[in-house]
């Protein structure tokens, strides 16, 4: 092994396990929220009560810290007892009265009010009209709603609204009330029975539109618009049931009890709130007739959702897989040119970003979640399961993609979690793959000469490495142009400089470099 790889993987090996920051407490988790808020027209201020169930991991915890930010907190309970409480801006700390035991479950109760700085937003929508809507991702849950505001923690949510009667309330899971009370206000249940990260909490209050239909194996399919809009919600929303039909096929059966989507006054084009997915109202009333992101939302119930990543430094795990599975789906429909073509353009976008070329996809020096909402872990990201669905075969590499979600399915998982499934499922040791193409800067940029012996009847092809983010380990194959026949050969490329004598009866009229597409690089071919 050259010097230069061997001095990259000294260095991976003694980089810290993970740049996420957040402070974890591993001795307590979250195992539901039972969260009742009280809505109003005449202020953007909130009264809430969150009942959170917490389980000890641990024996003889006594205390915790939760998330939460900036709003006045009426009071405070464990067990039913009141307890004094610490808060800053963004926590709230406190103790349990007593000890608790390992697997006892902990009932908080914090009783709040106040208007929310983020997370929920509470305004207009483009018509006038008055709209409640979360947009939690990464971390801003906790502006209303005293949680774990990190993938690593997951719980059920039972969500209760009183609002005036004239609002229709989408949520998480099953409608399980609606009740209108005493004093005209309307009483709304949901009900999500599976484990979700608090970024994919939803709540969606406005004057809707609502349309439903069946999808695969009657999971139910709604689609939540503002009224002007509906006709431009049917066309948006159309390929909802075909993607969930074949996420189900190839992954596993559809994780959540409905699915809803839901135009909104959020800031994402697309967020994939489990069972609750938000698009922007602009998105939705566009005069285009592009249906994205719609698929590659819906692949997130899936990915992101159901299999969360255990902290952020592998968000590849849900954006790449969600944007690799919306590149399948239109493969699926239109075929292997439709795949070719999306790979292609991620390629491109990869190429016109420079941090894609400084920075790896599990990055240590970058531990702010809205600063990788990048092409690394979107596109990067689905190159590296292209790449490895054309170096496994479909056989391995759909095997191993559903190994991996089943083992993980409603919990949490990291990047080696995933390369033990591909591993599990092929038989292939993976290590140097998932090293130089999560870790490592960059992609291979290959500068090729060639030329034709005539006197041994061979090409002598010569292949360099050109970039300077470190060497990579792949299998190159060349595509020989020999009059009315094709040659198709493969070379393993590893050092810096290769020189190739291949053996042919007649001159190539051309070389293609990776004619079928399964390689992140960029190639220059020249003929001496």
């Known amino acids: 092994m050259p010097l230069i790889i061997a001095a990259f993987w000294i260095l991976i090996l003694n980089l810290p396990a993970r740049a996420d920051t957040y402070l974890r407490q591993p001795e307590v988790d979250i195992v539901h929220y039972d969260i009742s808020i009280?809505?109003?027209?005449?202020?953007?201020?909130?009264?809430?009560?969150?009942?959170?169930h917490v389980r000890m991991r641990a024996a003889g915890v006594s205390g915790m810290r939760i998330d939460f930010g900036r709003m006045t907190?009426?009071?405070?309970?464990?067990?039913?007892?009141?307890?004094?409480?610490?808060?800053?801006?963004?926590?709230?700390?406190?103790?349990?009265?007593?000890?608790?035991?390992?697997?006892?479950?902990?009932?908080?109760e914090v009783r709040y009010h106040g208007k929310p700085e983020k997370g929920l937003l509470i305004g207009r929508n483009r018509y006038g009209q008055r709209v409640f809507f979360t947009e939690n991702w990464p971390d801003r849950a906790h502006y209303w709603l005293p949680s774990m505001d990190h993938p690593s923690d997951k719980a059920t949510v039972q969500m209760t609204v009183t609002a005036p009667q004239k609002y229709d309330v989408v949520s998480n899971g099953s409608l399980v009330r609606t009740e209108i009370q005493g004093d005209g206000r309307k009483l709304t249940q949901w009900i999500e029975r599976k484990a979700i990260p608090t970024y994919c909490i939803a709540l969606g209050v406005a004057e809707f539109s609502i349309a439903r239909q069946m999808g695969t194996g009657a999971i139910p399919i709604e689609w939540y618009?503002?009224?002007?809009?509906?006709?431009?919600?049917?066309?948006?929303?159309?390929?909802?049931?075909?993607?969930l039909a074949y996420f189900s096929s190839m992954i596993a059966p559809y994780p959540y009890e409905k699915l809803a989507q839901v135009q909104a006054t959020v800031a994402f084009e697309g967020m994939e709130n489990s069972s609750a997915i938000f698009y922007s109202e602009s998105s939705v009333r566009e005069e285009s007739a592009s249906v994205d992101p719609v698929p590659h939302e819906i692949a997130h119930q899936w990915f992101g959702n159901s299999v969360t990543p255990?902290?952020?430094?592998?968000?590849?795990?849900?954006?790449?897989?969600?944007?690799?599975?919306?590149?399948?789906?239109?493969e699926y429909l239109h075929g292997k040119e439709s795949l070719t073509r999306r790979m292609s353009e991620y390629a491109k976008k990869l190429e016109e970003d420079i941090l894609a070329r400084l920075a790896p996809i599990i990055d240590p020096?970058?531990?702010?979640?809205?600063?990788?909402?990048?092409?690394?872990?979107?596109?990067?990201?689905?190159?590296?399961?292209?790449?490895?669905?054309?170096m496994l075969g479909d056989v391995a590499f759909f095997d191993g993609i559903r190994q991996y979600y089943r083992s993980h399915q409603g919990g949490n998982a990291t990047s080696d979690d995933f390369r033990k499934a591909m591993e599990s499922a092929?038989?292939?040791?993976?290590?140097?793959?998932?090293?130089?193409?999560?870790?490592?800067?960059?992609?291979?940029?290959y500068r090729i000469l060639w030329r034709w012996n005539e006197t041994d009847h061979e090409v002598e092809l010569?292949?360099?490495?050109?970039?300077?983010?470190?060497?990579?380990?792949?299998?190159?194959?060349?595509?020989?142009?020999?009059?009315?026949?094709?040659?198709?050969r493969k070379f393993r490329i590893s050092e810096k400089t290769h020189l190739f004598r291949i053996p042919m009866n007649h001159e190539p009229m051309s070389i293609r470099v990776d004619p079928d597409g399964w390689l992140l690089k960029t190639a220059s071919v020249e003929q001496n």
């Open 38 to 52: 009280e809505l109003t027209d005449e202020s953007d201020s909130i009264s809430a009560t969150a009942r959170i």
């Open 73 to 108: 907190i009426d009071a405070l309970q464990v067990q039913g007892i009141r307890r004094r409480f610490r808060s800053g801006d963004d926590y709230l700390s406190f103790d349990f009265g007593r000890k608790f035991a390992r697997d006892e479950i902990a009932i908080v």
């Open 225 to 243: 618009s503002f009224p002007q809009d509906s006709e431009y919600a049917a066309r948006k929303f159309s390929p909802s049931a075909a993607a």
């Open 310 to 330: 255990d902290d952020w430094d592998h968000l590849w795990l849900s954006e790449g897989f969600a944007t690799y599975f919306e590149a399948l789906f239109y």
């Open 365 to 390: 020096g970058q531990p702010d979640p809205m600063k990788k909402l990048n092409s690394l872990n979107y596109e990067k990201g689905a190159w590296v399961l292209h790449m490895l669905r054309g």
């Open 426 to 445: 092929s038989g292939t040791t993976l290590n140097t793959f998932f090293n130089q193409w999560l870790y490592q800067a960059g992609w291979p940029e």
């Open 462 to 488: 010569s292949v360099c490495q050109a970039q300077d983010t470190g060497l990579f380990d792949t299998v190159l194959e060349i595509l020989f142009e020999v009059g009315d026949r094709r040659e198709y």
